[in-house]
Nanobody, 124 residues
Framework: QVQLVESGGGLVQAGGSLRLSCTAS????????IGWFRQAPGKEREFVAG????????YYADSLKGRFTISRDNAKNTAYLQMNSLKPEDTAVYYC?????????????????WGQGTQVTVSS
């Protein structure tokens, strides 16, 4: 089992950047594929980005390609989401999730463990 804790959220002006972190407990972080999701008020949770266990494969929601970058450091049990050129519509609670599979998936039910989320608010 793994426990995930997100951090790095906050309030930022449009055009700014934030880097979110997802830190995992346990010694088996490296076997998990990690996904980032977000949920805006009144909307369903949606896939943002995913990264395979060794960082060799990444996948992004089409609408976010070029602005968001996912990465991981298995030695630190941490995954990251670098968000640039932020827009007000990026405002949401951002969650990281882990799955015991070798490929990234976009479906919520594909993931076994979830963090509690971190709020990102982008002002115009």
């Amino acid at each position: 089992q793994v426990q995930l804790v997100e951090s790095g959220g906050g309030l930022v002006q449009a055009g700014g950047s934030l880097r979110l972190s997802c830190t995992a407990s346990g010694r088996t972080f490296s076997i998990y594929t990690i996904g980032w999701f977000r949920q805006a008020p009144g909307k369903e949770r949606e896939f943002v980005a995913g990264i395979t266990w060794n960082g060799g494969g990444t996948y992004y929601a089409d609408s976010l390609k070029g602005r968001f970058t996912i990465s991981r450091d298995n030695a630190k049990n941490t995954a990251y989401l670098q968000m640039n050129s932020l827009k007000p519509e990026d405002t949401a609670v951002y969650y990281c999730a882990a799955r015991r599979g070798t490929s990234t998936k976009v479906g919520l039910d594909e993931y076994d463990y979830w963090g509690q989320g971190t709020q990102v608010t982008v002002s115009s």
